[in-house]
């Protein structure tokens, strides 16, 4: 069975301060991968996607970046922090065109 | 203006009611429609696909899509307090790495 695992569970961080956050994905073998951000009770924003090892693409400008190290891992980061950053960071696997499948998410407090 | 727009907003329904969600896209190059379903605190999970015109049935869910007027709802029959929950309605085009639009989405609360 495939598992998805995302670290920290929770962030408070000063503004101005680095971050990074962490995405694993175990039982499935080179998946389509998502970065999405969620303002609390709001809508879904797609920020990065990756089909490959080494390749990520950028949907939304976000003074965030992305990378793909492994085939399992998907990794979001910035080296300074705004208060627009809080939020909700959530992980996703998919295949194609089919269902989308999401990790437990990351909630982050800027202040 | 959004792509997937959802009505509405929020809505309350007493426990065994029916609950209608809807959901419209303003580009003709969506081909494929999902609802996923996220409780406080959790990930979304998809709830059902629909791709053709009609409806599809999953239990107490029901999903009809139409093409012509990219509109697609989604309801729930027998309403219970676990299904409340904020519900997407996602749209894909099936290009550029399977990209998800996903609308604004409804909060749905059933009361006891």
């Known amino acids: 069975a495939q598992t998805i695992h995302q670290w920290p569970v929770a962030e408070i961080k000063a503004v101005g301060s680095p971050l990074s956050l962490g995405c694993t994905i175990k039982?499935?073998?080179?998946?389509?991968l998502y970065w999405y951000w969620q303002a609390t009770g709001g809508t879904l924003q797609q920020l990065f996607y990756?089909?490959?090892?080494?390749?990520v693409e950028s949907v939304v400008q976000l003074n965030l970046s992305a990378s793909r190290p492994k085939d399992d891992q998907f990794i979001l980061s910035t080296e300074k922090l705004l208060l627009s950053h809080s939020g909700f960071y959530l992980c996703?696997?998919?295949?194609?065109?089919?269902?989308?499948?999401f990790g437990p998410g990351t909630r982050l407090t800027v202040l | 203006q959004q792509k997937v727009q959802q009505s509405p907003e929020s809505l309350s329904v007493p426990e065994g009611g029916m609950a209608s969600l809807n959901c419209t896209s303003s580009?003709?190059?969506?081909?494929y429609f999902w609802w996923y379903r996220q409780h406080s605190g959790e990930g979304p999970k998809a709830l059902m696909?629909?791709?053709?015109?009609g409806d599809k049935k999953e239990g107490r869910f029901t999903a009809h899509l139409n093409k012509a007027s990219l509109h697609v709802s989604l309801h729930i029959r027998d309403s219970q307090p676990s299904d409340s929950a904020l519900y997407f309605c996602?749209?894909?085009?099936?290009?550029?790495?399977?990209?998800?639009?996903f609308g604004g989405g409804t909060r749905l609360t059933v009361r006891p």
């Open positions: 580009d003709r190059n969506f081909q």
């Open positions: 996602a749209a894909m085009n099936n290009n550029a790495g399977a990209k998800l639009t």
């Open positions: 996703a696997w998919g295949l194609g065109a089919g269902e989308q499948y």
């Open positions: 696909s629909i791709f053709s015109d």
């Open positions: 039982g499935k073998s080179s998946p389509n």
């Open positions: 990756s089909i490959t090892v080494g390749q």
